[in-house]
């Protein structure tokens, strides 16, 4: 199974590289890795999405909170949460039919042309890894030349909604309102 890991790291030279260097000697694949600052510029979150089962994924999130210089780790994937990411997507699209269909599915992923030549476009899609994947297999046909991803970005909902009885109440960070 996916899960999105969400770690809090001291943001000194080095910090990243022994995180990954823990997921690497335990033999953990890690699929993407995205680093930025938090509020406290003392302080970086490491979003890193990987596979495996829960006891797997327990034992990372023991062994990364045990690293010094780490202040806090998440398995995200476990509550309500969001989770974003973004392509930078070229496309051959002359003009006529070509780039016109290119902005018609521009137009329905909600993506941005960025930039813009005689023969292609930069296009720019966001959103959960499903819709980006199936954006670019839309435009695959077409003919992309490059694509640049980033890594998953992912934070906690605000409010959830939880059934007890049939009824559901809104809970938000964890009292009921």
């Known amino acids: 199974m996916r899960h999105t890991l969400s770690i809090i790291v001291a943001d000194q030279p080095g910090e990243l590289s022994r995180i990954v260097g823990l997921f690497s000697a335990r033999g953990f694949n890690i699929e993407t890795i995205s680093v930025g600052e938090t509020l406290d510029p003392r302080w970086s ?5 990987t596979r495996g089962d829960d006891r797997t994924i327990e034992q990372i999130v023991k062994q990364c909170e045990r ?12 509550r309500p949460h969001i989770e974003r990411e973004m392509a930078l ?3 051959e699209a002359s003009a006529g039919a070509a780039r016109q269909e290119v902005l ?10 960025v930039d813009i030549s005689h023969s292609q476009l930069i296009v720019e899609a966001s959103g959960n890894k499903e ?3 199936t954006f670019i297999e839309l435009l695959r046909p077409i003919g992309i030349t490059d694509i640049t ?3 998953h970005i992912a934070i906690n909902r605000l409010a959830t909604v939880e059934e007890r ?10 009292r009921e309102s």
């Not at 979150?45 to 999405?49: A, E, F």
């Not at 690293?67 to 476990?78: I, N, P, Q």
């Not at 009885?165 to 964890?174: C, P, S, T, V």
Request: glycine share 6%; proline share 0%.
């Open 45 to 49: 979150r490491v979003t890193i999405v």
């Open 67 to 78: 690293l010094a210089r780490v202040r806090e780790v998440h398995d995200v994937t476990t």
């Open 89 to 91: 997507i070229t496309v």
């Open 104 to 113: 018609s599915l521009v137009n329905v992923f909600r993506a941005k042309v």
């Open 131 to 133: 819709k980006v994947d």
């Open 149 to 151: 991803r980033t890594g």
């Open 165 to 174: 009885n049939g009824d559901e109440y809104l809970l938000r960070q964890g």
